[in-house]
């Protein structure tokens, strides 16, 4: 697909220049004519692709009782008290910049009670519920921006779409960036560089996706035919154009589920990823099993207070997140592999899964904020985007971001109150924590003296994560922030740690700092 | 068929794979206690998996040689005999390659066929076992699996065995060679190739307990026939004798027109496959032990086996690690040269610059390069990404900008000196001090362009032929001023692009091009004789060239050889006589340059197959017919009079200590002139033809022509002496 794409490109650049003399020599004399094996089974595999991210829930998700947590002790809190390194963050001569709140409609799997929705839709919701939570008047916000991943091509500035219809002044303008698993990271962190910058006081960063629907297009050949249709004068060039229509040309081209650079997919990269760094199905499932029974747990005793009810027109109102399915891992053990057939070990169980959501957070200049007479949750502080080779490192964002981060804002592992670290797949998260506790991949691969040293558990996404959650792509970032603050509010700690990786080899991290009670 | 593989084996398999072998037997054998005296093989039980790690010593492969294979023996009896084993997993602990074949020295060192025979018939029998064994063996495969190695695991499929050429791991898989693919893993807790080792064997040791859990039913039960004639009808069409005739036949047919019966290997496997299917496997095994006996000891073997080994040689930088590494390169020139060496550097990792002088050049010169690795794209065997990352490593450009940081200057301008010298002024104007200036010519002596050097110790010469991409040789050419250094960064880039390397001394026409030219002239003298380009090629190519003579001079250029013949012309004198210039001067006039306008002795058009004479050559060779001489004009004289000259030519540049060793003249003719592979290169030639059956035939065109054909001293001194060989 990238690949008849590209050369069309090139064909174009070089019009007249193919087609140069070329003399195979080739000596040996008995090689014969290789046939080429190539046959279009682009659209097949691609709806496989897709299929196979699909979680099958039917199987392993009926078991909805709750199991006590087996790792229940790492949850008490550490007695000994700590001293930071640094008594704040606060830079001076640069603003501070706080989050006042922030919310999210529940997740939910796609496909369910928001499968009817548009994108903006969704986002319009999270930005009213926004509205709505922190009474902001509409028209001190100078800027939005929302992240996004599958665009639908209707609304490709979903930001400015979602806004006009939240009850945002329309003389507020908006925009949409993408940046895969960590485009609200980056809607967060364009709005702190717009506030720290001095360009905006007041600015809504958020984040939506709907993988219930997802733009499918006509094929490359279908559309230039359209598309020469379009233009065709007389009934005889259209009858020219019509007669070369094949029936292939109706195959439909997805989505690419697949890194566009590798042709790989996350989760089959995932579980190589797990390979390499030897760890086992088995804790695979407990590490999903934890999340699973760590939501729950913070659902029931109503912890997850980002979450805005979302009244569904023409359904009833989503009131909380649908994909938290604590199993058992009897019952996990029962799946099979989803990537890596027939011996991979990332099955459906123990990976994110597909999901619908968006989210919002209100980001203000610290004296703007406490002017407006609001009381923030937290402050933003240094951040830091990284990138590596998307082949064989494309999950290990966090385990690059975080010693650079926590370096840059002088901390240090023993600082940090909350992690809240983004779950795209067990594996992943098992191997950043494996990454992060190796001198030997410290020094070989991260260019660095000894390791960062691995999170305590006892801090670590301890109200579920995206395995859970739920992990709607281009809306994630700013649920990590929320948590992070909000956990940094109700237990006490000063510091937090958002980290997650991405597509394309990326990866983020930001530090969060509690705002003084 | 062993020399075959031997060549192939420069191709790897690039994935993991795994795949597993049926099997029965179970007999008692004495436990072996001398754990500790094996060498090659490590082997160790886990739960009831054994695991085999080969790892032959002091060696980056593993290779099927009589150590190995006694000790292979002696580990597969235990696991059949112990209670306790159920399953065994075979790994290479080597990184890249699971067994590369036969151990060529083991070959090397039988005298009679019969040795050979006996070698094939044991390691028949232990194919045979591990295949029947009633105890699954998995064999998990990192690398290069090829020949033995490969029967050790597998049922060689029909084409393989014919062409000896590499198979990608996902075609293995869908050929049903291998049932499973393991992909390799990126950095962990461990060194990638060390940890995919490690993990392979992890998943060979579940598959193994899954086979003899029969929890996994092997997929994969179709014998060889099948597995290459997939669907039921061919089946079923196979079993009628009068079909599988007209099969044999036609194979026959294809490989007979393909080796023009000069290479005895492929005949003889359609025989052993005939005989195998036909007559039952066990009169097939045999017949295989006892062809690939005949076949170790045949001319054909020792000339290929020669080549490999020489080529393994031309694969070193004998001058040591270069001071400096070459990570900056430009080339000038866009042409189809230049282009073609920016090509094998940029998929090298190397940062090239490649300059012309005129925009339309330039853009000519980089599509080409895209051409090239979009082409691979297509055949899979890079990724698109690869090659925009690649490609990304390519800059065009019309000025000098950048080049102050030129580790080394390839130039491929037109050959003219003049010309070559404008641009080395202007190049050594703009480089750094380190930089090495290396000249593409096919002719022009190097110490001539470096005449007006300022630094004439970074002068050298880098001959690469047309296509780059294609053709293995590179010929690096010194002159007495070159300095060692630049000599070895000539050579690390060279082998950094792939190429095999033959250093030579400099002098006109080097070596490579030296002895084209007589040969060459002669080409002519006989289409002046009479006999037409048609006729002229098929019988070079019978003889075992890959391209005509004729066809050579169209494809080389008539522009070229011209250019080439008056220059050489001029420096050898009449030892370069034979044919006359008139006849390319008259064809340049009439604008047959050969393919690359269109016209030469063959009319090229785009698309058209195949290529018809140009009838305007008959007007121009008939004008300058020369009378032939019927005594030294049959087919087989012709043939010789051709190879004698180029043979004597090479020898004589040996003696004249242009070549520095007579493996490199031999590599040097086989990969960068065609010269026949079946007869090994020009050195080789004259150990198996024989020097005084050489000098013989040259005395007597020297009787009939003159002194064109006069043997070289050292031809001679071999004549003379019979145990004088240049491969002892």
């Known amino acids: 697909m990238g690949v008849s794409r590209t050369s069309a490109i090139w064909a174009v650049i070089w019009p007249s220049l193919r087609g140069d003399p ?6 040996i004399p008995f090689t014969l004519s290789v046939k080429p094996m190539d046959q279009d089974l682009r659209m097949t595999s691609l709806l496989t692709y897709t299929f196979k991210n ?46 006042v709140d922030g919310v999210r409609t529940p997740f939910l799997l796609s496909g369910t009670s928001y499968k009817d929705l548009m994108p903006h839709d969704l986002a319009r919701a999270a930005l009213s519920g926004l509205l709505h939570r922190t009474s902001v008047p509409k028209d001190v916000v100078d800027y939005i921006i929302l992240g996004t991943v599958i665009q639908e091509v209707k609304t490709s500035n979903v930001a400015r779409e979602a806004a006009l219809g939240a009850g945002f002044s329309d003389k507020t303008p908006a925009h949409t960036v993408t940046m895969a698993c960590i485009s609200s990271n980056q809607a967060m962190t364009t709005a702190v560089s717009l506030i720290a910058s001095g360009q905006c006081d007041v600015v809504v960063a958020g984040g939506v996706e709907l993988m219930s629907d997802v733009p499918i297009r006509h094929s490359r050949k279908m559309r230039k035919m359209m598309l020469d249709l379009s233009k065709a004068k007389t009934l005889g060039q259209r009858l020219s154009l019509i007669s070369k229509f094949r029936l292939n ?25 797990a390979a390499a760094f030897a760890i086992s199905r088995l804790e695979q499932d407990e590490y999903a099993l934890r999340s699973h029974s760590l939501a729950r747990k913070a659902q029931d005793e109503g912890l997850l207070s980002d979450v805005v009810p979302f009244k569904v027109p023409g359904k009833d109102t989503v009131t909380q997140d649908n994909g938290i399915r604590p199993s058992s891992l009897e019952q996990m053990a029962k799946l099979k592999p989803a990537f890596i057939k027939p011996y991979g070990t990332v099955t459906a169980a123990n990976s994110s899964f597909l999901t619908d959501g968006a989210s919002a957070v209100l980001i203000l200049a610290e004296e703007k904020a406490l002017a407006m007479g609001y009381k923030p949750k937290a402050y933003l502080r240094d951040f830091m985007y990284v990138s590596q080779d998307p082949k064989d490192q494309l999950l290990l964002g966090p385990t690059y971001a975080t010693p650079k981060v926590l370096e840059k804002a002088g901390l240090t592992m023993n600082d940090i109150d909350a992690f809240e670290f983004h779950e795209a797949f067990s594996g992943q998260i098992l191997a950043n924590l494996k990454a992060m506790d190796s001198d030997w991949f410290a020094q070989n691969y991260m260019g660095r003296k000894a390791k960062v040293g691995s999170p305590p558990l006892e801090k670590f996404n301890i109200w579920g994560g995206s395995l859970s959650l739920g992990h709607p792509f281009g809306a994630t970032g700013c649920r990590l922030v929320m948590a992070a603050a909000n956990r940094l509010q109700k237990e006490g700690g000063q510091y937090g740690l958002v980290a997650a ?4 080899g990326q990866g983020h991290a930001m530090i969060v700092e509690a705002y003084p009670k | 068929m062993v020399a075959s593989r031997a060549v192939g084996s420069l191709s790897r398999f690039t994935r993991s794979r795994m795949l597993r072998c049926p099997g029965y037997i179970c007999r008692n054998f004495t436990k072996s206690s001398a754990l500790l005296t094996r060498t090659h093989i490590n082997y160790g039980v886990k739960g009831d998996v054994a695991v085999i790690r080969i790892n032959s010593p002091n060696s980056k492969v593993n290779t099927l040689g009589q150590e190995l294979h006694s000790e292979f023996i002696e580990v597969m009896n235990e696991v059949w005999s112990s209670n306790q084993i159920r399953s065994a997993v075979l790994i290479s602990s080597k990184p890249g390659c699971f067994i590369a074949g036969a151990d060529l020295n083991m070959l090397t060192a039988c005298t009679t066929p019969q040795e050979v025979t006996q070698i094939s018939q044991e390691a028949q029998k232990m194919f045979e076992k591990v295949e029947k064994s009633t105890k699954p063996i998995v064999a998990a495969i990192n690398g290069s699996c090829l020949g033995g190695g490969l029967e050790v695991g597998v049922p060689a499929a029909f084409d393989m065995m014919l062409t000896g050429r590499g198979i990608r791991a996902d075609r293995a898989k869908k050929m049903g060679l291998v049932d499973q693919l393991v992909e390799p893993l990126g ?18 040791i579940t598959f193994a307990k899954g086979l003899a859990d029969k929890k996994i039913s092997p997929k994969r039960d179709k014998g060889l026939v099948e597995t290459f004639y997939l669907t039921e009808l061919t089946s079923y069409a196979m079993s009628i004798p009068f079909v599988r005739q007209q099969i044999y036949k036609k194979v026959e047919e294809k490989v007979r027109k393909q080796t023009k019966g000069l290479y005895p290997a492929p005949l003889k496997i359609i025989d052993v496959v005939k005989t195998g299917i036909e007559q039952g496997s066990d009169a097939g095994y045999l017949s295989e032990s006892q062809k690939f006996g005949e076949l170790a000891m045949t001319k054909e073997s020792k000339a290929l086996m020669g080549l490999y080994r020489g080529q393994t040689l031309c694969k070193k930088n004998k001058f040591g ?22 090509q094998v550097s940029v998929d090298k990792g190397l940062q090239t610059v490649l300059k012309d002088a005129t925009l339309a050049a330039l853009g000519r010169g980089q599509q080409q390069v895209f051409k090239g690795l979009n082409d691979k794209v297509k055949k899979k065997a890079l990724t698109s990404f690869e090659r925009d990352a690649f490609f990304s490593n390519l800059t065009g450009q019309l000025d000098y900008q950048g080049f102050e940081k030129a580790d080394m200057v390839i130039e491929a301008v037109f050959e003219d000196l003049s010309l070559k010298h404008k641009v080395l002024k202007e190049v050594e104007a703009v480089i750094p001090d380190h930089c090495v200036f ?23 010469g880098m001959h690469y032929f047309s296509p780059v991409d294609k053709m293995q040789l590179l010929e690096i050419i010194t002159t007495p001023k070159t300095s060692k250094d630049t000599t070895a960064s000539a050579v690390e880039v060279g082998l950094k692009q792939g190429k095999v390397i033959i250093v030579v001394k400099d002098g006109p026409g080097f070596y490579t091009t030296r002895c084209l030219a007589p040969m060459m002239s002669e080409v002519i003298r006989i289409l002046q004789e009479g006999v037409g380009p048609k006729k002229l090629d098929s019988l070079t190519t019978s003889f075992g060239f890959p391209v005509g003579a004729a066809t050579l001079v169209d494809e080389v250029g008539v ?26 001067k008259q064809m340049i006039s009439k604008g047959f340059l050969g393919r690359k306008s269109g016209k030469g002795f063959y009319i090229y058009q785009e698309g058209v197959k195949n290529k018809n004479l140009n009838s305007d050559i008959h007007s121009i060779l008939a004008g300058l017919k020369m009378p032939s001489q019927p005594d030294v004009s049959s087919d087989e004289d012709i043939q010789y009079r051709l190879v004698t000259r180029f043979v004597n030519e090479a020898v004589l540049c040996l003696q004249e200590g242009v070549l520095a060793t007579p493996t490199e003249g031999d590599i040097g003719a086989v990969f960068g002139l065609g010269f026949p592979p079946c007869l090994g290169g020009p050195f080789r030639f004259v150990d198996l033809y024989g020097a005084q059956k050489t000098v013989d035939r040259l005395r007597k065109y020297e009787a009939a022509y003159g002194r064109q054909f006069t043997p070289c001293q050292l031809l001679m001194d071999h004549a003379s002496s019979p145990n004088k060989k240049f491969y002892q």
């Open chain 2, 559 to 584: 522009d070229v050889a011209n250019h080439v013949a008056e220059n050489l012309g001029k420096a050898f004198g009449e030892r370069f006589a034979g044919g006359s210039l008139e006849v390319l």
């Open chain 1, 501 to 504: 990786c991405a597509a394309g």
């Open chain 2, 187 to 204: 950095p962990g807790i461990k060194p990638p190739e060390e940890r995919t080792i490690e993990y392979l064997e992890e998943v060979a």
């Open chain 1, 22 to 27: 070329e003399i195979i020599w080739s000596f």
């Open chain 2, 321 to 342: 690690a270069p001071q400096k590494e070459v990570k900056q390169l430009a080339i000038l020139g866009a042409g189809l040269m230049g282009a073609g060496i920016a």
């Open chain 1, 249 to 273: 040309f109706l195959s439909p081209e997805l989505p690419a589920v697949a890194e566009f650079s590798t042709n790989e997919t996350m989760g089959h990269s995932a579980d190589r990823l």
């Open chain 1, 54 to 99: 699909l979680p099958s829930t039917s199987q392993w998700a009926l078991r909805f009782s709750m199991r006590p947590l087996s790792c229940s002790s790492q949850l008490r809190v550490a007695a000994a008290v700590q001293t930071k390194s640094k008594q704040t963050l606060a830079k001076p001569n640069i603003r501070n910049i706080v989050v």
């Open chain 2, 438 to 460: 290396a000249s593409n010519t096919s002719a022009l002596p190097i110490n001539e362009i470096a005449a007006i050097s300022k630094r004439p110790e970074k002068v050298i």
